[in-house]
């Protein structure tokens, strides 16, 4: 097999951006995901600009959908044989409005949660050719204060945008769980699933999103005060990497490289199946490649 692949989404910016460069700087071959192709382009220029020797190629997706989520995947899998370790870093906070997307989804659900559960799903078959597949999706320390209700998984209810970020955060959690528990039934042990979180970082993160002036306004000054974002990057990095978590499955992951315990008040098994038997709904029209 060739050198290894990493494919991170939302890698046009942000802790994106810097965990790609990393990873291209320690010899990886990375498929890097954008949505707007001139970004990506000059995003594949600078990666190469700070690792001359490395194999860097970008895919397109707008991850609000997940026809465009399915044809990123079958693209993918027209032009690499294996992939070996798959980041879902795409992520945002949204505006306090709620919208949808051209499925249906209230817009966080499907950027942060179907997303990733749908890439996940169409790449398993490239990451069980890798072995050593690893999946690292991308949550928030904010899925702390997350308490979602079940009756309501696609938010009609919840007029923060703040507040739905956290119960997408919290929801990764769950659906990472629950895959790496999915892997075990099934004996694919040359495949595993973590999560991480990053800290607080200065990134884009927030800063088009409306959230009422407060809310704004903290997000303008946080990306001033706040760490850079190399310091966000660590663990993905630690995460696609390292032989030290090789085999370790359906974990949490702090900023600092370090297992954490995810909150539990909220959760339960029957939640998290829950959450699970919902995306597979959602997801199914587009599972065949
Ligand atoms: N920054 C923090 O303090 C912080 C804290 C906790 C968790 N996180 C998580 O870390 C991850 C990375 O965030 P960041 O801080 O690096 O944010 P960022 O600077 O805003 O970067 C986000 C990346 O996701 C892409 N993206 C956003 N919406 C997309 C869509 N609909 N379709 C395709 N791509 C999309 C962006 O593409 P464009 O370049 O085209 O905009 C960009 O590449 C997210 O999952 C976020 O929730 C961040």
Redesign the pocket.
């Known amino acids: 097999m060739s050198k290894k692949i990493i494919l991170v989404?939302?890698?046009?910016?942000?802790?994106?951006?810097i965990t790609a460069t990393e990873l291209a700087q320690k010899g990886y071959h990375l498929v890097i995901?954008?949505?707007?192709k001139t970004?990506a382009q000059k995003t594949v220029q600078e990666i190469k600009h700070q690792a001359p020797n490395a194999q860097v190629e970008y895919l397109l997706?707008?991850?609000?959908s997940l026809n465009s989520v399915k044809e990123m995947a079958k693209q993918f899998q027209e032009n690499y044989d294996h992939l070996d370790v798959l980041i879902n870093?795409?992520?945002?906070?949204l505006d306090d409005e709620r919208c949808e997307t051209e499925d249906g989804i209230e817009k966080t659900m499907s950027?942060?949660v179907l997303a990733p559960f749908l890439l996940n799903q169409l790449l398993l078959p490239s990451l069980k050719k890798s072995p050593d597949g690893r999946i690292i999706n991308?949550?928030?320390?904010?899925h702390r204060q997350a308490k979602p209700d079940m009756n309501d998984l696609n938010l009609q209810n919840e007029p923060s945008g703040q507040k739905r970020y956290g119960i997408s955060?919290l929801f990764v959690i769950w659906n990472s769980q629950h895959l790496a528990g999915e892997l075990q039934k099934k004996s694919i042990t040359n495949v595993t699933v973590n999560c991480s979180?990053?800290?607080?970082?200065g990134?884009?993160?927030g800063q088009d999103s409306d959230n009422g002036f407060i809310n704004n306004l903290i997000y303008k000054i946080a990306l001033h005060v706040?760490p850079a974002?190399e310091k966000?990057a660590v663990t993905n990095v630690y995460l696609a990497s390292s032989d030290e978590v090789k085999g370790v499955t359906g974990k949490f992951f702090n900023n600092k490289k370090q297992l954490e315990q995810p909150q539990d008040k909220q959760y339960t098994p029957e939640k998290e199946q829950q959450l699970w038997n919902y995306c597979m709904k959602v997801c199914a029209p587009f599972l065949e490649i």
């Open positions: 989404t939302g890698a046009t910016d942000g802790i994106g951006k995901h954008g949505r707007n970004k997706a707008d991850l609000f870093n795409a992520g945002a906070v950027l942060n991308m949550s928030s320390a904010t955060k979180h990053p800290g607080a970082v990134t884009n993160f706040m974002p966000g």
